[in-house]
């Protein structure tokens, strides 16, 4: 017989948010999928408190750094004392429990087969040392990593969404659910409660598969693609995008570092009433990877780790860095799902040079331009 799900913790969920949590057994492997502003974090991080009340250390684990801060805030506002919920990369896990024997591959990940061989050795043994596992954008991690959790973890929850995959070595639904086994049961959450109407519809032009998500309720302002002449222009523009929403934050973002960089020295010199703040994936530690994600204020951040975050303003600041790229290419339009189901209230999204890039094209109806 399995053991009931935990009460929930936390007030503002919907009841379909709840019906979620609640239709999760605290046993087996569980894998969610879920649109954008359906809830996937904030519930991943609800399961993991969940489980860690059963008295068994409980990791909640993603790709992204910057994610892993968003998490972490998550887990201390539903803290219980005495529950061993912790928030971590994967990288940072594996690193800890396997040692220098991890040894890094060309793609930046792990050589699984050889943890895989490691973890089966002791695989069945009720050793209260290994964690539950809860995933958090479980697209973003290659199937070898299930294998490995499926030995590893007693329990393995996964948060996913397969229109949303960003990273070059990623995984499908199916692809998770074979990896950890047969028995594996699948939860479909609906909803969208993070976008206006008119920035799902622009999202849905870009959407790559899957079932039609439900249209949020909220209406808001059309998107705005705008052109700018330079870095000036488009420094000038979020200069004054934060004026007129002081308690707002505002994400801004873009294709590389070094852009990121370039604004970044530009919007220093800009006056803004908050300091803005950069991550970046290459620093160890400081200003630029420990961010307070909370606070109004312009944050400049790289596509490659805005997976799971979301912004009341965003601005895709570079458009024109896809100019080169096929419009109907799936990675193309994946990437703007994703950077554009990071807004609430409102998008820009900006390009410089003489022409438009094509994939803004034929978006009559769904923008408005400038």
């Keep these: 017989m399995s053991a009931l799900p935990a009460p929930v913790l936390h007030p503002d969920l919907t009841p379909a948010q709840r019906d979620c949590l609640d239709a999760l057994p605290l046993t087996g492997h569980h894998v969610v999928s879920g649109p954008p502003g359906s809830g996937k974090s904030l519930l991943a991080a609800h399961r993991a408190v969940h489980l ?12 992204s750094n910057l994610l892993q801060q968003v998490l972490n805030g998550t887990l201390q506002s539903l803290a219980v004392p005495g529950v061993p919920a912790v928030a971590a990369t994967v990288h940072s896990w594996i690193h800890r429990h396997f040692g220098r024997d991890a040894r890094s591959t060309d793609d930046g990940w792990f050589d699984w087969p050889a943890l895989i061989h490691r973890a089966a050795a002791g695989f069945g043994r009720d050793d209260q040392d290994t964690p539950q596992l809860v995933v958090d954008e479980g697209q973003d991690l290659p199937p070898g990593f299930y294998q490995l959790a499926r030995l590893l973890g007693t329990t393995v929850t996964v948060f996913a969404d397969e229109c949303q995959r960003l990273t070059a070595t990623n ?5 998770i659910t074979t990896a950890l086994g047969r028995t594996t049961e699948r939860v479909d959450l609906v909803g969208n409660h993070r976008n206006t109407r008119e920035i799902a519809a622009l999202a849905e032009h870009f959407r790559t598969g899957g079932p039609r998500p439900e249209p949020p309720g909220r209406s808001g302002p059309l998107p705005l693609v ?21 308690h707002h934050r505002i994400g801004v973002i873009v294709s590389s570092l070094r852009t990121a960089a370039n604004l970044m020295k530009l919007l220093e010199r800009a006056g803004l009433a908050r300091e803005p703040q950069m991550y970046s994936s290459k620093a160890t530690s400081g200003r630029y990877r420990d961010l307070d994600l909370a606070r109004p204020g312009v944050t400049l951040v790289q596509r490659a780790s805005v997976k799971g975050q979301d912004f009341d303003t965003v601005v895709i600041a570079d458009a024109e860095a896809d100019a080169a790229c096929d419009p109907t290419a799936a990675d193309l339009r994946m990437t703007y799902y994703v950077m554009i189901t990071r807004a609430r209230e409102d998008l820009v999204l900006g390009w410089r040079g003489s022409r438009p890039p094509r994939h803004l094209a034929g ?3 769904l923008v408005r331009t400038a």
Excluded: F, M, N
């Excluded at 860690?52 to 790709?63: F, I, K």
């Excluded at 052109?227 to 929403?245: S, T, Y």
């Design 52 to 63: 860690a009340l059963t008295g068994r250390q409980t990791l909640l684990l993603s790709y």
């Design 171 to 175: 995984s499908t639904l199916t692809e």
């Design 226 to 246: 705008r052109h700018h002449a330079g870095d000036k222009a488009l420094v000038d523009d979020i200069v004054a995008l934060a004026a007129e929403r002081p």
């Design 363 to 365: 978006l009559d109806g």
